[in-house]
């Protein structure tokens, strides 16, 4: 794992499986990750470890194991929006005076949890223990997520659908859509399955709100 | 006794029961339960009981299933793509249970089987929710379907329950049930009414039956029961049953026995003045020589006495038309038929006799000879029986027939057609209506009940109902055999070959049947006509074959292939 899988941190939750990370910004680290890393739809880890400084967050290290989520949602956080008043000085003076007040706008990202993974391996569902605050979240690697599909009898298996549809999201069925597509990707001899599924969910979100 | 029944409840449960009740049906005598059944055994027509307490004992209460609809199913979107399983679909999100399907099944309620009175009751008591169905097993249809067991006195096996495995549950219907009330056989052509019919009438022929049965065989497809004499199936002890064939160039028909109205129907366009002088000179025939002891001659001479004209000479007599016409019409009628004869007729002691079955042929035999034919002989048996009941007639007489008769009509419609008159309508009628007295009984077979009359229809006791596709036997069938239920009639024409619904006096509830294979060979197979073409050919090559044989003989041809030495 290289530094720039890391992505960020959970700063809080709104459910047992809908948490917010918090985009690591020039002040945690130097390089920044990659807009792609946590574009909607990336599949991320959360690591469960307590202390993910002493263990690096993965399988091998954390014996808790990781939570397996997506991104759903990317906010913006910026204090300064709404308060534009009277400047005493610019805002290249201001980034040399008062840093601290430039670092305070972050990219924050909706995770959805899908499932874990520990030592018995990737398993999709709603996970039993809950991450903390602070926790690491980086990327999955394509190989990560293929596994994360594949159920314990090596066939494709998409769990979630029914937790992601549930969500009452917009964006839901896009999300699914984009899993699908992603997903065909990485398993070329089950395209016919995925396509079944993602015309179902096109239809029923493209076709059936229209008609 | 009722912790007793859950208990008894929870043992069948754990075994073999294969749902669960619902509640009631749209009707009193309906329940509906709730089943998986991922094996498929809840056909329609599938017999399943639930268990009950009447008055103080446990019962099985036995029901047929009448309906089945699904209240979970795979969506539509699922089996989008044919070479993907919705069962995959459902497994890739998740769902790796086999319990993918439930049906609500409707059982139409027979009741518990009663040994002492031999039939169904029903206890109206109606099943708890939630109370487990099981499906009947065979030893118990086997006992309560059938009136008798297979190879009892007065059974007769036709074929085994349809929904079952062959052979598991035979079902024997009850001969002597047929043989007072009457049957029927209506079916469409191919679905195997005569093959049937013949396995009736094997089983009719049985060493633990012995019947007096006769059978009206207008496409002359039944001579293969003659096979019966031969088979050791049907032999016991010294009992051998005899088959006795009478081709059209037997049948004999003394014209003294033809009645009034059996003349009228022979002679084609009488008019009013003929009717008239017709009966006239019929019921002087009657009383100068005797019932039944004149030839067509003294008939002829009848016509001329009782004629209007007849008052001076003779030859004025031979001008008068009606005279001519109607002794033109009966020379023509009677004088050239092989069949209507001066002296001889077919005794009753030859058709009829128990152990014996016979075959009356009636192909190349006319349409209306052969409803004046039925027609006296059902009138003869008839008055026979009638007679030897009531004490008129005694042994050594020619009309002595000391046992009950059985006779079957192929073509039924032909003998009592609806919306026709035919001279055997009545003789037919008065049979059905009061032969179970007498025992002369009748089994029609048809496959235009439409065509059939409806009164005839409804007095058959026990229906054997094959496939029916026509929209209006269908109804006439409906309309005529109210034994048989809706939901059974639905199954008509999607009933195959050899599959018949057998309903009414004979089974103690409608039952769907495989017709057993009969022990003789079936008569009535149809023509392979592209084999017989191909085979003349064969023998036409094998013919020029022969021919070319003469040519090397000095054998000539001329241009139209005929030969010349």
């Not at chain 1, 039993?128 to 596994?147: F, H, M, S």
Request: proline fraction near 6%; include cysteine; glycine fraction near 8%.
């Amino acid at each position: 794992m290289t530094m720039t899988d890391r992505i960020g941190s959970i700063v809080k939750s709104n459910t047992h499986i809908d948490y917010v990370c918090q985009v690591f910004g020039p002040v945690e680290r130097e390089k920044q990750p990659p807009p792609d890393a946590y574009a909607f739809g990336a599949f991320v880890a959360i690591a469960l470890s307590d202390d993910s400084a002493s263990h690096p967050p993965g399988i091998a290290g954390s014996p808790a194991g990781e939570l397996i989520g997506i991104v759903y949602n990317t906010l913006l956080v910026n204090p300064e929006f709404g308060s534009q008043g009277p400047q005493l000085s610019s805002r290249a003076e201001q980034a040399v005076f008062t840093p601290d007040l430039m670092h305070e706008t972050a990219t924050l990202l909706g995770v959805l949890a899908l499932g874990w993974q520990d030592a018995g391996g990737p398993r999709q569902g709603v996970p039993r223990l809950a991450a903390k605050v602070g926790a690491t979240v980086r990327r999955l690697a394509d190989e990560e997520v293929r596994q994360f599909h594949r159920d314990a009898r090596e066939r494709l298996a998409l769990r979630y659908t029914a937790i992601l549809l549930g969500l009452n999201n917009p964006l839901a069925p896009a999300l699914l859509l984009d899993i699908i597509d992603r997903l065909s990707g990485l398993f070329p001899h089950e395209q016919t399955i995925l396509q079944v599924m993602r015309n179902n969910v096109a239809w029923k979100s493209m076709i059936q709100p229209a008609g | 006794m009722q912790t007793f029944g859950f208990a008894q409840a929870a043992y069948h449960m754990t075994h073999s029961a294969i749902g669960a009740v619902k509640g009631p049906g749209e009707t009193l005598h309906e329940y509906t339960f709730i089943a998986p059944d991922p094996e498929r055994q809840l056909k329609h027509g599938e017999f399943v009981y639930y268990t009950a307490s009447v008055e103080g004992s446990e019962r099985q209460i036995l029901g047929r299933i009448s309906g089945r609809a699904a209240v979970k199913l795979f969506p539509d979107a699922f089996m989008a793509e044919p070479s993907v399983p919705p069962h995959a679909v459902a497994a890739m999100l998740g769902y790796d249970s086999d319990a993918t399907e439930l049906f609500e099944l409707t059982v139409t309620v027979l009741g518990y089987y009663d040994d002492f009175l031999n039939d169904f009751i029903n206890p109206r008591t109606p099943p708890q929710g939630g109370a487990p169905v099981f499906i009947a097993e065979d030893e118990l249809l086997a006992e309560v379907l059938s009136r008798g067991q297979r190879g009892e006195l007065g059974s007769a096996h036709i074929g085994d329950l349809l929904s079952r495995a062959p052979g598991a549950v035979p079902v024997a219907l009850d001969a002597r049930g047929f043989t007072s009330t009457h049957l029927a056989i209506i079916a469409s052509t191919g679905s195997g009414k005569s093959y049937l019919a013949g396995v009736l009438l094997e089983e009719l022929m049985m060493p633990y039956n012995r019947a007096a049965a006769l059978i009206i065989d207008p496409h002359g497809e039944y001579d293969t029961l003659q096979q019966i004499q031969n088979l050791d199936i049907f032999r016991e002890g010294d009992y051998k049953p005899k088959a006795r064939i009478f081709r059209p160039d037997d049948l004999r028909v003394r014209i003294s026995s033809l009645t009034l109205g059996d003349l009228r129907y022979l002679l084609p366009n009488l008019s009013e003045k003929m009717h008239y002088q017709l009966g006239r000179a019929y019921n002087y025939a009657q009383r100068t020589w005797g019932e039944d002891k004149y030839t067509l001659e003294q008939l002829r001479f009848a016509v001329r006495q009782v004629a209007d004209s007849k008052r001076g000479d003779e030859e004025e007599e031979e001008d008068d038309p009606t005279t001519g016409g109607l002794i033109w019409r009966l020379g023509s009628a009677l004088g050239g038929s092989k069949i209507f004869h001066d002296f001889e007729n077919i005794e009753l002691d030859e058709l009829f006799q128990p152990g014996m079955c016979t075959i009356v042929q009636l192909n190349e035999v006319g349409q209306r000879e052969q409803q004046v034919i039925v027609a006296t002989l059902l009138r003869r048996v008839y008055q026979a029986r009638v007679d030897t009941k009531k004490g008129k007639v005694d042994r050594g007489d020619r009309s002595y027939v000391p046992f009950p008769v059985f006779c079957l009509l192929e073509e039924a419609h032909n003998y009592a057609p609806a919306n026709a008159d035919a001279v055997s309508s009545d003789a037919l009628k008065t049979i059905l209506s009061e032969g179970r007295k007498f025992g002369v009984s009748v089994g029609l077979i048809s496959q235009r009940p439409g065509r059939l009359d409806s009164d005839v229809l409804s007095q058959c006791m026990t229906q054997c109902i094959m496939r029916i596709t026509n929209p209006i036997d269908q109804n006439r069938i409906a309309e005529s055999v109210e034994s048989v239920g809706r939901d059974l009639l639905k199954e008509l024409p999607a009933l195959s070959k050899g599959q018949v619904i057998v309903s009414g006096a004979s089974v103690n509830t409608p039952v769907m049947l495989k017709v057993r294979v009969r022990h003789t060979e079936h008569g009535g197979e149809d023509v392979n006509a592209p084999q017989e073409w191909r085979q003349w050919f064969a023998e036409q090559a094998g013919r020029v074959a022969d021919n070319a044989l003469f040519l090397d003989k000095g054998v000539q041809r001329d241009e139209d292939g005929m030969l010349w030495a």
